[in-house]
């Protein structure tokens, strides 16, 4: 099967059986993958019960665990085919930097290294969206790449997880301050890709777009600075 582009080159293509999103994710891979690490991220940070406001939540990978752990999520997307395979959460079909609810949580997630793959353009909005919807005591949690996915270095070993195989065929650096990627997913002997441009978003450069968009940043929840916890100011 050839592979499938959405919208323009920079935001993502992808190959494989079924629907993709916009920026070129397989809609049945990513209903399939697992939760991973990022529930407890979260759960350390925000208070038991509080409302969440997922922005780019996808076929529900973190939105499923959330609700088990008590947390009332709202879950946003722009593909409603993502959308159709949530359960047990309101959902929203809507681009994260056009959303505007009139409403405001106890927190905003915004996951999934969106900052990343995002035009710049985008960044500030999708940041601004969060300040947007978040409580005057409420938070942000922002996920982005890691510091040590800047800089040279060799595309990572494949790994396999639950039963998915992933495998990162290329990281080309050609292109200052970004890596374009191509991934490899393996599940029940169905195979899809995708390949994305990654930006860097160093940890100086993030704290200057959080003040921008109204936010300050309160502290790094990881080691490697890949998720952080930003308030309203």
């Given amino acids: 099967m050839g592979e499938r582009a959405h919208g323009p080159a920079h935001r993502g293509h992808g190959s494989g059986p079924g629907a993709f999103t916009p920026d070129g994710n397989a809609v049945e891979l990513y209903s399939r993958l697992p939760a991973g690490a990022e529930p407890e991220i979260i759960a350390q940070a925000v208070p038991p019960g509080a409302s969440i406001l997922e922005l780019g939540a996808g076929a529900g990978r973190l939105t499923h665990?959330?609700?088990?752990?008590?947390?009332?999520?709202?879950?946003?997307?722009?593909?409603?085919?993502?959308?159709?395979?949530?359960?047990?959460?309101?959902?929203?079909?809507?681009?994260?930097?056009?959303?505007?609810?009139?409403?405001?949580f106890d927190a905003v997630l915004l996951a999934s290294h969106l900052l990343n793959t995002a035009e710049p353009a985008s960044c500030g909005a999708m940041l601004r969206s969060c300040r947007r919807h978040v409580a005057g005591a409420g938070q942000v949690l922002v996920e982005r790449q890691g510091e040590d996915w800047y800089g040279p270095r060799r595309a990572p070993v494949g790994r396999e997880r639950a039963g998915i195989r992933m495998r990162v065929v290329s990281v080309d650096r050609?292109?200052?301050?970004?890596?374009?990627?191509r991934i490899e997913y393996e599940i029940d002997g169905m195979r899809w890709t995708h390949s994305f441009r990654a930006r860097d978003v160093p940890d100086a450069m993030l704290e200057?777009?959080?003040?921008?968009?109204?936010?300050?940043?309160?502290?790094?929840?990881?080691?490697?600075?890949?998720?952080?916890?930003?308030?309203?100011v």
């Avoid at 300050?216 to 998720?227: I, N, Q």
């Fill in 65 to 104: 665990v959330l609700l088990e752990r008590g947390y009332r999520v709202v879950a946003v997307d722009e593909s409603e085919e993502m959308l159709r395979r949530i359960k047990g959460a309101r959902t929203v079909h809507s681009s994260v930097e056009e959303l505007n609810l009139g409403e405001q």
């Fill in 174 to 181: 050609s292109v200052p301050g970004a890596s374009d990627v």
């Fill in 208 to 232: 200057r777009m959080l003040t921008a968009a109204g936010l300050r940043l309160v502290r790094y929840l990881t080691e490697d600075h890949s998720w952080v916890e930003a308030v309203p």
